[in-house]
């Protein structure tokens, strides 16, 4: 038998006494401040957490603490039990830990490249056409209050633009789809595409292309944005990430920022970006434009945005890498 010091408490007050408890295989015999006696199979030995006391549970409430952890361990190893689960046993070994913090690092890093984007494709797909529409009306309310004022166009233009939007869309979708005409201010040359269809085009866009067929090789680009639904898919990984980061943090304040923000402020992928410019190749070859018109018309915008004073928020920004994209159109290396 050993005989180890700890803390009684007998359940009923906080109260503690000092004792000694004497550990037997079959009977544990507690003496000092308190003179009772325990059956080993009516008590539970609570797992070793850190450098905390050992805990001690006995049938009637009441708990023993001790910091006799070598003794406690030694005591179970002789009954038979495992002294402690595989992750206790990891923390004092700093490099089994180590690997162990690699390792869920790797998987994290995993989930959240593979994972998610994997997973929210998957359900995008699979959700409700008006999930999408909703979630697109409400984020472009949303951005028209704050980022722009009415267009300046003639009628005229707007009639053209539209008509080179109506030859690029898919015409199984047609119906669902929209363009608007704002004065872009801050944010320029710009073309955004919102969930469920709205696809919003500013008057310096406009004004910036050299031909037509420019500005319909933009929205083109934009149409395989709402094709592939990219909007609702990032809105759906980033909500992930961001649910992910309240479960390791535990702080949930910036959810309340809303998708709609999310969608407004955050760019697209490079992959998200190259899926609609093959898109955008295969639907302007369809029509009989050269692919090359993309590739003039972000060549331009780029020069635009290298003089622009507020570059957060112009096309080039938001649709990052766009001389690369530019020179990937104009060798022919998109899958269109």
Known sequence: MSRIDGWYFDGRSSAGWRVSLELGMDVLKLSGGAELEYRVEETRVEDRVGSTPRRLRFSDGAVFETEAYEAVDAWLSRRGICAAPWWQRMERYTGAALAGLLLTAACYWAGVVYGIPALAEFAAFRLPEEVDRKLGEEAWRSADRALFTASALTEETKRQVDEQFRRVIDPATAP????????????????????????????????????????????????????????????????????LAVVLTGDPSWLGAGIPLLLIQNSYTRDFERQADDYAVRRLRALGIAPG?????????E??????????????????????????????QTDG
């Open 303 to 332: 020069r635009q945005a290298c003089k622009s004073n507020c570059p957060t928020w112009d096309w080039f920004s938001t649709h990052p890498a766009a001389r690369e994209r530019a020179e990937r159109i104009t060798r022919g």
């Open 176 to 243: 669902q789809h929209r363009l608007e005409f704002r004065h872009g201010g801050a944010i320029g040359a710009n073309a955004l595409a919102f969930p469920g269809g709205i696809v919003v085009v500013t008057d310096e866009l406009v004004l910036l292309a050299q031909h037509p067929e420019e500005v319909a090789a933009v929205l083109a680009h934009e149409a395989g944005h709402l094709h592939y639904r990219h909007g609702l898919r990032m809105a759906l990984e980033q909500t992930s990430l961001g649910l």
């Open 293 to 301: 018109r993309l590739a003039e018309m972000l060549e331009r915008l």
